[in-house]
């Protein structure tokens, strides 16, 4: 398999391609690495392939805060300028500028 570079990076808020729900970036997995359970759950339609980048989301929707697990088919930049509202964010991460969050190892 060929594995291509990363789209979204630590940090950066993406929002899902069809299900109402963001979050911010906190690890990125190469190609997929999650139970086949899981994968097979996923909708038929929108089942995406292995071979791509998946991503680690402290996520949020209009109703709760969730770890989510997505592919980078199916994500997009959050271009609100909105924080994340997620309880964990204050753990992982320190200031929020221009709409991308800084580690809290990354210099101020």
Known sequence: MKFGQAKFQVGQIVRHRFYPFRGVVFDVDPQFANTEE??????????????????????????????????????????????????????????FENGLYRSREMPN
């Open 38 to 95: 899981w994968y097979e759950a996923i909708p038929e339609e929108i089942r995406p392939s292995k071979d791509q980048p998946f991503y680690h989301l402290l996520a949020e929707n209009e109703d709760t805060e969730y770890i989510a697990y997505v592919s980078e088919q199916n994500l997009l930049p959050d271009d609100s300028g909105e924080p994340v509202r997620h309880p964990q964010v204050r753990d992982l991460f320190g200031s």
